[in-house]
């Protein structure tokens, strides 16, 4: 069963934000008394965290979905709905985010450094919220929106200060063994070492890490052995070590044949880097030291005195030692952290990231139409994310909320560019992306008689709300007084005219 895994497909989705309430508060002698639904919880964020005490991706491996606690709900009695529960996901110190596509979203190193994978949906608004002065008791709340959903490449990339790399069994885990704590499994078998493995080592007052990748043979680049899989380990190192076995039993190899068929598998794997962009040194450049292990065997020392000079012609520190007798170590082990140093030193100092910001263009549209063939027919599909975000807060089943997002749509001017682009009452309208669209018969608005109905659930015949003032309501008092004076005059004047008559004579015996 693996324990180790440096590389895996992960999903993640945020957590959905809350439903608003939709609630009216009541009390005594007032059943009535307004809305006091409270809006839903926001939906939990995913967060990858680096985590000292995290040195693999196993854990993804094996559960390679996570999911974020979503929000509350509102209630009534204006309560707002819990804000869902952050997921932080631990990964390991030089984890590399990668999307789907290959995109190089965020390189995590140091211990503490965050991101976050997936954003939790907001919350839907309650109808205390939505209450307005046209509006004033809602029947109606917004949904939450969903939590983002994406699909990820964790990949891991040990970072470490030296990298050894060699032939199987040329002794890379007896060394990380003998000069640190480190303990992988040692075997007299080719390919023993399936996995990376780190240790720390301390000479003097120089403190580095040393990573052991499993080994290379001729042809790891086209696939052979375990191939270039690992070699991703070594891209952060200071100094590269080769080591050479000089007392190889196969007779068809010496070290200096073994050490150029490495540093072509090596140059093989640096071709595909783009390490320039990335601000380190290219990887054939990178110090290099060479150690001859295993002089302690008879043979082995006979062979480092044959090509200690051809090795020596390469200009690079040719030094003779025994992991399993110590030969050398010491000496190997300040070496390495001389060069360590200088590495370190010639680093250029971090800077702060600069703080970008991108304002949303003046003239930049909030939504488009674009046409596209839908069932055989010309369609109109609306796109941008107010239209879409509005969509999915909307419950259709309820018609004053559908009521809310037409109006909402007229006021954005989405009717307007419906015009625009040539549709006509009946025509399909898709707003959002892909299958997931709301798809209906596009009705606009009417124009005879509707300029008198305002928005739903208004009447502008009653938005006039002045208050005459105490000398209009005297003249309308007077004008009021001169009018019943003046039928009161006429009446009177009928009479003495002898034009007034008693209704009782005019109805006749009975």
């Known amino acids: 069963m693996a324990t180790f895994v440096d590389r895996v497909e992960l999903q993640v989705f945020g957590g959905s ?20 639904g409270a809006d839903g919880g926001r939906g939990g964020d995913v967060i990858l965290e680096v985590d000292a005490s995290t040195t693999t991706l196993l854990e993804y491996h094996h559960r390679p979905h996570q999911r974020a606690t979503g929000g509350g709900f509102g209630k009534g009695d204006l309560r707002h709905g819990a804000r869902g529960e952050d997921l932080v996901l631990p990964v390991p110190d030089g984890t590399v985010v990668t999307s789907e596509d290959g995109t190089v979203l965020v390189d995590m190193t140091g211990i503490g450094t965050r ?26 709340a917004l949904l939450g929106e969903p939590g983002q959903e994406r699909t990820l490449v964790l990949e891991l990339k040990s970072v470490a200060d030296v990298a050894l790399v060699g032939y199987p069994s ?23 070492t399936l996995v990376p493995n780190l240790g720390v080592v301390e000479a003097g007052q120089h403190r580095y890490t040393i990573a052991d990748v499993p080994g290379l043979i001729p042809g790891a680049s086209q696939g052979k052995g375990l191939g270039l899989e690992f070699l991703r380990h ?7 070590v080769h080591v050479l076995d000089a007392a190889s039993l196969e007779s068809d190899r010496d070290p200096v044949t073994d050490l150029a068929t490495i540093e072509n598998e090596l140059a093989t794997y640096a071709a595909s880097l783009d390490e320039e962009t990335e601000g380190r040194v290219p990887l054939m450049q990178r110090p290099t030291v060479v150690v001859l292990n295993k002089t302690d065997l008879p043979d082995g020392a006979d062979m480092a005195d044959l090509v200690r000079a051809q090795l020596a012609e390469r200009d690079v520190p040719v030094l003779d030692i025994s992991a399993v007798s110590r030969k050398g170590l010491r000496e190997l082990s300040f070496a390495l952290g001389e060069l360590v140093e200088q590495a370190r030193s010639a680093l250029p100092a971090p800077e702060a990231a600069p703080i970008v910001l991108t304002p949303r263009a003046v003239d930049e549209r909030p939504f488009q ?38 109006d909402r749509l007229a006021t954005l001017g989405v009717e307007d560019q419906l015009y625009a682009a040539g549709a006509v009452a009946g025509s399909t309208v898709l707003i959002g992306p892909g299958d997931d669209a709301v798809v ?39 004008a009021r007084t001169e009018a019943r004076m003046n039928r009161i005059a006429a009446m009177e004047a009928e009479r003495k005219a002898g034009h007034w008559s008693d209704p009782a004579e005019d109805e006749g015996p009975r």
């Open 369 to 406: 139409v674009v046409t596209e063939q839908y069932d055989g027919a010309t369609a109109f599909r609306v796109q941008g994310d107010k239209p879409e975000r509005w969509v999915r807060q909307t419950d259709f089943t309820n018609d004053e909320a559908v009521g809310y997002l037409a």
């Open 115 to 140: 991101y976050v994978a997936a954003r939790g949906g907001s919350g839907g608004l309650g109808n205390a919220a939505l209450a307005s002065r046209q509006r004033k008791a809602p029947g109606f």
């Open 440 to 478: 209906f018969d596009w009705e606009p608005t009417m124009v005879g008689g509707a300029e008198m109905l305002g928005r739903r659930g208004q009447d502008d015949r009653f938005a006039d709300h002045s208050r005459p003032t105490r000398e209009a309501k005297r003249e309308q008092q007077r």
């Open 234 to 240: 070594i891209e952060r190192c200071h100094v590269i």
């Open 170 to 192: 040329a002794g890379k885990s007896s060394l990380i063994a003998a000069m640190s704590a480190a303990r992988p499994k040692i075997a007299d078998y080719p390919f023993t």
């Open 17 to 36: 934000g809350g439903h608003g309430a939709a609630s009216i508060r009541r009390e005594k002698f007032k059943p009535l008394a307004g809305p006091d």
